[in-house]
């Protein structure tokens, strides 16, 4: 667990923050140290320049002598307890409390030694008259002692920090873990295979409980995706073992009935067929299959629908002409959309191809396409009998035949393979029955962004 | 109902040249290497290709494959995508930088956009998914194994016997007389001339004439045909276009 706490986001932003702010502290000490210094420094030399005004002043009316008594007031002061004052005259003391040094002027520091202790003074000299010198000058121990101090300070404060932000990333990292320890753990029951299960969400609405959300919108679309695939597995299953088994009847029946090698002929021409079929059924699964796995979607290029769709009445015309329907398509303006071309031709034929396959002779198919609220609306509608509204949604079921088309070929997964095509292109689709205008199905598409304003 | 489990595939667009005599389609033996690392499937191929009068040679995996191929003299090579030692795009891939152009024929159980895209461009010359019905194999190998000397001079005209067509200007004539033709109608009467003499299947006329890869359950194909003979064979004494049972159709002058 220790070692755990060290490796949580908690823990590392707190050293983070710990860091900065022992930094901060850090130059904030030095600062102050710097300018309690210097003002401590400015006060002595103020000081003393103000002690050695009055001497010069005391020499300028009585001399020597003047000078003297002066310094012996100033030493007599009780305020100036750890001041020292020198007048000296050609290297000999005249008055003060230091022994005579090195005559230098202006803001000196000096160094000399008194009953054995080494005294540092920082002071002001000056020369009254030729040869004549005076200096005035404090101990500088307070100020060492009060810059000691303010390091202390600075040392406690800058200690007390770490801890407060070593206690304060701890306390956050364990919340932390606490939290994300409980998430992994319902991942991990939820892996052993109970996805009805979902990760708890605290109601706060911080980071982790939209993470926990995000994760539980996942697991219901999982659990969504998943129950799709086994019903369609099973659909497939039992779909397939109609045909297989009929295949195989079929084999069977050949084997006890032929007679002749053209009995034999015939029953194999009729086995490949079957065989055929439920190849072709396989390939319109892995096809739907595909098209939802959405990898096609990077082969995506802007397209003009209004011509895709003229092709396709060109096409199949003619096929429409020998059922017995009229295919027409209504003046149609340029509109572009985002897609593939070759699945697109797909949906479109499936569409049309249900309009001619599953109405009786006769029948109008119209194709048109109009600009609805930024959307581009491709219609394939025709006048046949059209599907009661009840059915609409069965219809795009992936295997689902109408009882009245069940004689026609097919396996049942036009509509879910248009279903699907649609999706990627997020295109929506909407079927609209009316009992005398036959079956209208409205596929509409974004607009491609380039051409949303012409 | 025969062809309708065939998935279909991408084909480039056919280019041949003109042939003025046409043989039959069956009769033109070619020797062509197949690499097909299941046996049970090669074996059936071999079958199939025999029946024709193919000379076959087999290959189990991708660096065999491709040894043989450099030993050269082949029609035409017969690869699937998924093979032990090399993957059979890489080995083509090798070949074209070796300069090795025979004609190739994938095989494959991916039916992903992307994988024919890159089979066709790795140097594929067509691209068949399995499962496949032996009628489109046969068809498909025949279409790129003789095509295999042509070069890239596009014709002006194609012609069987006294049926032409003029690219350039987009004109059939028969007999010297105009024939009014559709787009999609010259773009089907096109493919079968540039595959004279040889089968082609609906699903190669689906891709390569309307760029439909997918199986209709109407009768496309048949309904255009119908269409096309009808202006093309109808009153003009010999057929030139037929239907060859269980496989397509052919066009061919005798």
Redesign the interface.
Known sequence: MRIRFLRTEGFRLSALYAGIFAISVVILGAFVLVITNQALRDQIVTFSKTDIAAIRNGFATGGDREAQEIVHQLLAGPANADFFYLLQRRGKVLAGNMPAMAARTGTIEASFSSTGNKIEVLGVGAFLAPGLYVFTGSDMTRLRAVQAHILNIMLDLFGASILIAIAGGALVSWSFLRRTDAMARACQDIMQGDLKLRIPVRGTGDELDRLAEAINEMLGRISALMENLSQVSNDIAHDLRTPVTHLRHRLERARTESRTPEDYAHALEAA??K??????LF?AL??IA?IEGG??R??FAPLELDALLAQMR???E??AE??GDVLQSAPMDKAVIRG???LL??LF??LI?NA??HTPRGTRIRLSLSRIAGRVVARVGDNGPGVPREEHERLFRRLYRREASRSQ??YGL?LSLVAAIAELHGATIQLVDGRRHGLTVDVSFPLAADTEKT | ???????VILHPPVIARTMTRCKPWFAVPVKILLIEDDKETSAHIVFALNGEGHDVTVCHDGQEGLEAARSGGQAALIVDRMLPGLDGLSMVKQLWAEGNHTPVLFLTTM????DRVEGLKGGGDDYLVK?F?FPELLARVDAIARRGGAQDNEPVRLRAGDLELDLIRRTVHRGGKPIDL???EFRLLEYLMRNMGRVVTRAMLLENV???????????VE??MS?LRGKVDRGHGAELIHTVRGAGYTLRAD
């Open positions: 490949i067929a065989a055929d079929e439920i190849l072709g390939t892995l096809r595909q990898d096609r990077a082969a060109e096409l199949f003619p096929v020998e059922a593939d071309r070759q031709v797909q034929s499936n191809e001619i396959v070929p097919g036009g | 109902m025969l062809l309708a489990g065939i998935p039916s992903g956009l992307n499962p019905a559709q787009a999609q309307w760029d439909l890869h997918f199986d209709p359950r109407t009768n496309i309904t255009h269409r």
